[in-house]
Every structure is written in C-alpha cells, then in structure tokens.
C-alpha cells in the first residue's frame, strides 16, 4: 500500500519543526520563529495547490533575515551562527522543494538538523528528544517512499531497529577524538559553575537558590564524610578594602605526601571556568588532561575551556598541608588596604594580646563565634567599609561575607591569609554511587598559614555549622529543592523518581557523552584487544556485527510475503469494503457480480463502484496493460475513499 504524496510532505514539514524546537532555547527566538513560519507557508501552498514563488525572490528573501542573523551573532560560522544559517537556509529550500528528490533532499536536510541541539546541549532530554526526532524524520522518509500510512509508523520504527546494531558498533568502535565528540568552539564564557572571577559581598549569595549541577565526582573505594567535601576551584589572595581578586605572587606550597589510609581515589566531570576545575582537597596526584598548580589548584591543560572533562585526582582530604613562604610572599599574604578600620585594629588587638600566632588563631575563632553573626541569602546592602559594617553593624550574611572578614583580621592580627572558593559537600546518589555538585553548594572559606602550614579556617562552619554536615536547602528556603508548579517540597516518591533520573543522566554522561579515546582504548583493553590497531579493532567488530546481524535480516527477508500489486491489493480492498458493508462479495467474484451483489447500496455509491469497476476492467486486460501503470496509484487511493455504510437487515435479505 502507497501513501498520499501530499500526506508525506506535511510530515516531512511537521518532522522538520519537531526536531528544530529545542534551537529555541539556544538561539535567537526570531531565528527558529522564522524557520516555523517558513514551514507553515509552505504548508499552505501545497494544501492550497498554490504555485511556488520563483528562485529569484526567494534569493531576494534570503538578504533580509541573513543580515539580520549577521547584526545578532556578528557571525555566520560556529556553532550559534553556523546553525541558525543552516536554520533559515533549510526553510527558503522548502520553497524550492517540488519533486521528489527535491523532497528527499529536505529531507536529509532534517537529519543533519536533528544532531545540531546536541552542539548547545549534551544531557539525557536532549538526547531522548534526538531519538524523537529521529523516528519522526524516519515515518516522513517512510512515507515519501509510498509505505501506506497506517503501516509507516511500524515501518519506521522497524528501521531504526534494524540499524540500531549497526550504529552501536560504529559509536563504539570508530576512531575517537582527543575530547568529547560534540564540543565545539562558543563566544560564551560562562561557567557551568558559575562562579566569577572575584569575590565580593553577594557574588556566591547569588548562586545559592540555583540548583543548577555544577560536577559530578566518583568515588573509588571508600566514600568520604559530607564535611570533607571543600571542594577547591580559585585561590583570591588580593583585597582592596571591598573585593578579593587572585595576586600575581606564586605559593610554593611543598608536595603531599602519599597517604593510602587517608587517601581517596576519584574521578570529577565539570567545565572548566577559565582553565579552573574543581578538585578536592588536598590533591597529591592528578591524572591525564590537567595539571597540579600552586595553591593546590588544578587546571586544565589544552585551553578547551568550554567542553566538560572527565579527569582523575588523588586526594587527601585534611584541613592544612605543608607550605614554606618566603619573606616577600608573607608580606603579600599580610597586606591590607586603608580601609575598615575598626576590623584592622581588632586584629591588631589580638597581635598584641597573643604572640604565640596558634593562641591568637584560636582567639580569632573564639572572638567570631561570640558576635551574634547570622547566616542568611538576605543580608542588608553593606556600605561604605564593607567588612566593619559586617562585622559591626549588619552582623548578617553568608559565606562570602564570613571568609572575607576572617581574612581580613587574620592579615591585621599578622597572620598571613588568603581566601578559598568552590564547593562544599554535594548530594550523594546511592544508586549510581556518585555526588552530584550543584550551584548551591558554593562556598568561600579561608586558608590562614601557620606554623610552616597552610590551615583551612571556616567561618561559615563556626557560625553555621548546620551548613557543613547538611544540605544549604535545610537552612536557607531559598536553596530548597521544590516541585516543579505546585511550588512545594516533593514527597518521597518525587526524591526516589528524582534519584533515579539523575542515575540515568549520569551513566548517559559517562559512557556516551564522555566516551573519547581514553576510555575507547580502555575498553579495547578490557577486552582483550588493547594490543590490536583501531583499524583492525574496527574491522573485527565490523566483521561481528555482520555476522550477528545479517541472520536476523535474512530470515525477515524470508518471511516477509512478497509485495502485492496495485491491482490485487485493491480489488481485496474493495472486495473487503462491500463485506463490511453487508455484501455477500467475494474475492473470485467477476467485476458484474459484484454490481449485481452491490445493487442495494445508495444510488451515489453504486455509480462510484460502477466507476472503480469499470476502470480495474478497462486497465487490467487493456493491450499492453501492466500493473507498474502509474494510473493504478490513483485508483488505489480512490477505492480507500469508498467506504459504503452497513445495510440494514431487511435490505440484505430482500424483504
């Protein structure tokens, strides 16, 4: 059975929208907007009948909105120009579309489309959307290839089944890149962290109520307590009386030493933020992709900055390691400007009352701790000496206010400080064996030197210490994980369901998103085939896959029935029609029986039957006639149409 032509251009249209909708969220909204109306106008004109408009004014059409894209993006390459072009360039062929090559070709069109939401975005939706799209694409090539309509949705699927094999060995045996396969060079900067590049009264507040992911980290072995987690992404060493920015003054920090009783074994997905990535506390190794830095920092080492990594660290997680700090790199640690006055001389009350520098540490903590401060996301605006009027006036805010102060009267109490920002604790997924790191789980806190070691110092954990050993949502609402609409905390079939989603995105991430050469060998290794070429790996699978697959396409090929022609299919058809209606038809009938069985039907019916017989007739024992006659297509579609009521009773038996 063959599908209408026209039906199968509206599904290529409609399967062309489909698959380009998630582009709304990536690009201009006018870009896809246009693409939509580009389709549906050329929708109309085929259910209109209309004729196309000439090639000459669709080149004319195209100067305006190509301008336009130019004035949006300032470009028409990458990834953000390159697929709005192809975007628009994609609908004007829709008005050049007539034949069906033409068709086909808008086809493909469609296909190269569906993989481009997965430049923007590379997580499980989007790649149960790319599925989506595929089987929608594939029923409109169905049916562009005659298949009947109510068969082509079974036709379709059947396609991709059978080319899922296939597919599955080529992603896993096919040469791979360096990095992940679908990064690609953005304009945009900004960090799926979303940290910055300073630190200043509100720059982390402002994070806290995302619940965006940051990274996920894998633990090997044993799973480290939730307060371990300080997660370390930049080091801010330079004040001047409001904001800490990085200094140019390296720290020589002395290497760790190996522990393996304290030792904790990992793996980090995340994207950099310039360079930047996250990493336990206190890395002594860290695998290939990145680097050890000073400060204890690790950073990426290609300048791929927007692609997410998977990379391997060895940690130990302690609150100080060794350093050794020259006499210019304490003085820089020590420096403070002018300002905050009333927070230098508490320091500098402290220097005076104290000169064993553990006793006045610990003075500093007990000081801070007895000051009433209080955690919140809604602290009043700070003026002026922004750290005085914390520490003196407003006596509210968060993390960043917390380190920011401590670092300040540890410099003025002569104690050489700096100030950490990244991520403390994260969200432990029991079945997939993970932590997921969100947004709202930053944190600053500070690193005082002491005693030939930097020391971790907390202030948010002395005045907060719910903070450390739970999650940010059970002391701050705003940071509170909430059901999507219904605006409430979910019940624990939400958390179960939630749990199990974020299971699936992570196991999509690590073993498709994150599959590169690296583990593509570690594989072949685990197979055994870690001393054969990827060349001959290739072929091998190749040559297997064949093997497994070419039995299943034979016996379908043979227990496929052989394809009926127009003519038999339609007479069965409209043997079958006047069955249904109460006829005492059957297939061995002559085409006069049949009118003689059909004289009860409605006279309007009866002269569409005399039509359909007459023409079977006619082209069947025509001189010459064959069944590849392109006028049996029509006639088919015409017997589809005949659909005679059912007779009554009384009218089948005569009476």
Same mark, same amino acid.
């Given at each position: ?15 062309? $929208? ?13 870009? *896809? ?20 408009? &000439? ?7 195209? =100067? ?92 379709? +699927? ?26 690609? *060079? ?15 009264? %509100? ?37 001047? %009386? ?46 290939? %992709? ?5 400060? #204890? ?6 300048? !791929? ?26 003085? &820089? ?26 006793? !006045? ?8 701790? #007895? ?33 920011? +102060? ?6 003025? $109490?002569?104690?050489?400080?700096? =100030? ?5 604790? %994260? ?31 907390? *202030? ?124 005492? +038809? ?12 059909? +004289? ?42 005949? !659909? ?12």
């Amino acid at each position: 059975m063959r599908s209408e032509p026209r039906l199968a251009h509206f599904a290529v249209l409609a399967a062309l $929208a489909l698959t380009v909708l998630p582009l709304f969220l990536q690009l201009p909204p006018w870009v *896809p907007l246009l693409f939509a109306l580009q389709l549906g106008g050329r929708a109309w004109l085929a259910w209109q009948g209309r004729q196309l408009p &000439h090639r000459v004014w669709l080149l004319l059409a195209m =100067i305006v909105p190509v301008l336009l894209l130019w004035l949006s993006l300032h470009t028409l390459v990458g990834r953000e120009g390159g697929v709005a072009l192809l975007l628009l360039l994609t609908g004007f062929k829709a008005f050049e579309t007539v034949t069906l090559r033409d068709w086909r070709v808008l086809l493909g069109l469609g296909f190269f489309l569906a993989a481009t939401p997965l430049l923007f975005d590379q997580s499980l939706p989007s790649a149960l959307w790319l599925l989506l799209s595929l089987f929608v694409l594939t029923w409109a090539m169905v049916l562009l290839a005659g298949v009947d309509s109510a068969a082509s949705p079974c036709a379709a +699927a059947l396609a991709l089944l059978y080319a899922m094999p296939l597919m599955l060995l080529l992603f896993v045996a096919m040469p791979r890149l360096p990095g992940p396969l679908w990064s690609m *060079p953005t304009t945009d900067q900004r960090a799926t962290s979303g940290l910055s590049d300073g630190l200043s009264p %509100g720059s982390i507040g402002q994070m806290i109520p995302s619940r965006e992911p940051a990274f996920t980290a894998q633990f090997r072995g044993r799973q480290p307590a939730r307060e371990q987690l300080y997660w370390r992404v930049m080091v801010f060493d330079r004040f001047d %009386g409001a904001r800490w920015t990085a200094g140019s003054v390296p720290d020589s920090g002395a290497a760790l030493a190996s522990s393996a009783a304290g030792e904790l074994s990992y793996s980090i997905t995340a994207t950099p933020f310039k360079g930047a990535l996250p990493v336990l506390e206190h890395a002594v190794w860290a695998g290939e %992709g990145v680097q050890q830095l000073a400060a #204890q920092l690790v950073r990426r080492v290609d300048a !791929r900055n927007e692609a997410r990594l998977r990379y391997d660290v060895r940690s130990v997680a302690q609150a100080a390691y060794p350093a050794a700090l020259s006499t210019e790199q304490r003085d &820089h640690y020590l420096q403070l400007p002018a300002a905050n006055l009333r927070t230098r001389q508490q320091g500098e009350f402290f220097a005076r009352q104290f000169r064993d520098e553990a006793g !006045r540490l610990g003075a500093l903590r007990a000081w801070l701790q #007895q000051q009433g401060l209080r955690y919140t996301l809604s602290p009043p605006l700070l003026q002026g000496d922004v750290v005085d009027d914390f520490l003196f006036s407003s006596r509210q805010g968060f993390c960043e206010h917390f380190a920011s +102060a401590f670092a300040t009267l540890a410099r003025a $109490a002569g104690l050489p400080a700096r =100030i950490v920002v990244g991520f403390q604790g %994260g969200e432990f997924n029991a079945g997939g064996q993970f932590w997921l790191v969100r947004s709202s789980d930053a944190h600053a806190w500070t690193e005082v030197w002491l005693q030939g070691r930097w020391q971790r110092v907390d *202030p948010t954990a002395l005045v907060a210490p719910s903070r450390i050993v739970s999650e940010v949502g059970e002391l701050v609402p705003e940071a509170q994980a909430v059901v999507p609409v219904l605006g409430r905390r979910p019940p624990a079939w939400w958390r179960s369901a939630h749990a199990q989603w974020q299971r699936a995105g992570f196991v999509w991430q690590q073993w498709v998103v994150d599959y590169d050469a690296r583990r593509q060998q570690s594989l072949f290794q685990r197979l055994g085939l870690g001393r054969v070429g990827v060349g001959s790996v290739m072929t091998l699978l190749l040559f297997g896959g064949v093997l497994l697959v070419l039995p299943l396409l034979l016996w379908l090929l043979w227990r496929r029935p052989p394809a009926r022609s127009y003519p038999v299919r339609g007479w069965q058809l409209l043997v079958w029609r006047l069955q249904q209606a109460g006829v005492a +038809a059957v297939a061995s009938d002559t085409p006069a029986q049949l009118r003689d069985k059909a +004289a009860l039907l409605a006279p309007v019916l009866q002269q569409q039957l005399t039509r359909l017989l007459a023409d079977w007739q006619q082209w069947r024992y025509a001189e010459g006639a064959t069944d590849a006659d392109p006028r049996w297509r029509g006639w088919w579609w015409q017997v589809r149409r005949f !659909r005679p009521p059912r007779l009554a009773a009384k009218k089948r038996t005569g009476r």
